[in-house]
Each structure stands twice: as C-alpha cells, then as structure tokens.
C-alpha cells in the first residue's frame, strides 16, 4: 500500500523521543516500511525515519507549551498552516491510504472523502478536535476509521465518534529486555517532565518507601521542574537526563521498580511497558489505563493517589517475579501493534485477505469498541 502518515509536527520524529507519541510515530513507520509499504511521512525537519520524508516544520521552529497566549496562539497557526499544506499533498499524492498520527482537527473535515485511519492519542480534551467531532451536523467519512491505545482511552471518546477500535501500543521486545547482571537497588521513573505526569508525587512516595530514586526525561515544563523537582533532587534522588532508546532499556532494567505516577486519564503509558519488557516491576497510580496494563503479576496499583497509597504500591510490587512482569509484557509487541492497524488499513482500502483477519477478538466484539491488542 502507499501511505501517507501524518503525524504532529511540534518536534521531530527523533531520538532522544519528546515523548510516546514520537516514538509510536517512528516505530509504526519503520515497520510498515519494512513490511514493504511504500510510507511517506509529513513531520519536522529533522526526524529521523526509513520512510520518505517530507519536511513541512523547519528544524528550528520551537513549540512552548508555557509561552504567552499570543505566542500560543501564532504557534497553533503556524502549525495550523503546516497541517494544511501536508492535506493539499496528500489529496494529490496518490496514497491508497492516511494514517492520521496528528493532534490537528484539520484531516477529520479536510481529507474526509480519502481512506484514514486516525489513531486518538489524547482522551477528548484537544479543543479543536472535540469542537469538530461535537458540532452539529458532523459525522465521519464514510471511509474513516478510529483507533486508539486503550479501552480506558476508547471509552472517553465513545460519546463522541460510534465506533473507536484498540490497537494497543507496543515496543521491541528485543530491545527492551531483562540485563539479569545489573544491579537493582533504586526506583525509577521516565517520561515527560510535566505536572500531568506527577513526578513530584513519585518522588515523595519513593523517599515514604525508603527507596532511592533516579529519573530520566524531557524537561517539557521549565517552571514546574524548577519549582517542584530542583528542590526534591539529592543524594537519594537524582535526575540522569533525557535518555535514548540506547540508553534507556538499561536504565530501566537496572531498576527495582517502576514507579508511574499520572494525575491525568493517562491514555496509555508507554514507559510502563518498556519497563515491564525489562524485566521491572511497576507502582502505580490507579489513572487512565494503568489499571489494564499492569496486572497484579506485573506490579501494584495505588489505591489513591495519594503519596502514601504510591508508597505502599512501590513496597508490594518490589516482590514481584521478573520473570512473570516479563511474561506480562509479552503482550504488548511493536509487531502485533502494526498487525491490528494493518488489519484496518485494509478493510479501509478494500484489500482484506480473510486468512490474515482470522482474529478471534474481531469476531468477538462485532460492533462498537474492538480490541485488537497484540499477543
């Protein structure tokens, strides 16, 4: 097939990734295209990709979530336009089929008549989006289908779009595997340093459990970093930086847990996983999709979220086996992730092959929420 992938443009489809969504972005690509898919793919200047890129942000273009109203609203534009030029291209382009990797509401009205997948990485509360699912007289393209990364995620958007289909996020479990040699006597915590993801939380759960923590991430949120993190750093909490998919599946596996701590409807929580893959156990706050991702086997979920309920998660998921928070992992493939979104590329195409959609959970669920999480 010839796909284009439409992604958000606000950083570069690179290492070291902003966040998840960059790196869903980078790993589905790379595996369509090796699975012979001619991909092109409309990001910033910058990324890094086996696709074909086509370039519409310039490198030095800068998003700040912090900045000014006026300056917010000339980078939505900015953006905005970008979106725009990236529709005109594909409507031209030939593609059999859209991937829409994006946080614009522009492919929902503006490719309505092409064949798109959009994959909902955020629950409901991008404005413009929601504005354009919610107004009167909409509806979807007749050859648009929904997808996102959890039933927690689908259920939010279930008043909004009839029909949103879960197709789990997934990593490389090869990369991201258990090092049995390292040593394991601190907690750890990756993600986007951002108020949302709660890491002042975590470091104050883990300081109430008596373990040493160390942290890896951007630092998204300058003022909440500063004000909130700087001053919780010392001798027992310490921040390593924003680490590389090199770098990383050792720095998660060198851990004695995991400690997730969203303060938001967390649609996925793909550093859960990777540390899972890892071998590590994980603590976590009872938000968004924790619940499904982490079975009682794979580590412990906080009764609140508070401090001292993620204190007492961190003590009871430390005795968990790693064998078994491995086994639990085994469930979240990058392969079996780029299975369940080729299965909808092609019904939305016309080219399903009936000994390729023998899936159990398809038939299973018939209409309405559909899981196709991998195995």
Not at 7 to 35: K, N, S, Y
Not at 117 to 124: A, V
Not at 151 to 178: F, K, Q, T, Y
Not at 250 to 267: D, H, K, N
Request: charged share 20%.
């Amino acid at each position: 097939m010839r796909i284009a992938v439409l992604c958000h443009m606000h950083h570069p489809i690179a290492q070291p990734f902003e966040g998840g969504t960059e790196a869903h972005t980078a790993t589905m690509t790379d595996i369509l295209v090796a699975r012979g898919h001619d991909v092109t793919l409309f990001a910033k200047e910058g990324s890094g990709t086996d696709a074909r890129l086509h370039a519409l942000v310039p490198a030095e273009f800068e998003f700040i979530r912090t900045a000014s109203p006026l300056v917010r609203e000339q980078q939505r534009g900015f953006l905005a336009e970008a979106a725009h030029h990236s529709i005109q291209l594909i409507e031209g382009g030939g593609y059999d089929v859209v991937i829409n990797n994006s946080l614009s509401s522009l492919p929902y009205r503006g490719l309505r008549d092409t064949a798109m997948l959009t994959i909902l990485h955020t629950p409901p509360t991008l404005a413009d989006v929601t504005a354009v699912v919610s107004s009167a007289g909409w509806t979807p393209g007749e050859r648009h289908a929904y997808a996102t990364v959890s039933r927690a995620n689908a259920a939010s958007w279930r008043h909004l779009l009839p029909s949103v289909e879960v197709v789990s996020n997934g990593v490389d479990l090869h990369r991201w595997r258990p090092r049995t040699h390292l040593r394991r006597r601190h907690a750890l915590w990756a993600a986007r340093i951002t108020p949302e993801k709660g890491l002042h939380l975590a470091i104050d759960a883990a300081r109430a459990a008596g373990i040493a923590l160390e942290i890896s991430g951007p630092i998204a949120h300058r003022a909440y970093f500063d004000e909130q993190i700087v001053p919780r750093l010392g001798a027992d909490v310490r921040y390593r930086g924003h680490l590389d998919h090199d770098q990383l599946p050792r720095f998660l596996a060198r851990g004695a847990v995991f400690i997730a701590s969203p303060l938001w409807a967390e649609p996925f929580g793909l550093s859960v996983v990777e540390a899972m893959a890892c071998g590590t156990p994980v603590a976590a706050l009872p938000a968004g999709a924790m619940p499904e991702l982490i079975a009682p086997a794979a580590g412990a979920l906080a009764a609140d979220d508070s401090v001292d309920a993620l204190a007492q998660a961190i003590r009871e998921a430390l005795g968990r086996s790693r064998a078994a928070v491995r086994s639990a992992a085994a469930a979240y493939s990058d392969q079996g992730m780029v299975d369940g979104y080729e299965r909808i590329l092609r019904r939305l195409t016309g080219t399903d092959d009936p000994d390729r959609l023998a899936d159990p959970a398809a038939a299973a669920h018939g209409s309405g929420d559909l899981d196709l999480q991998a195995s």
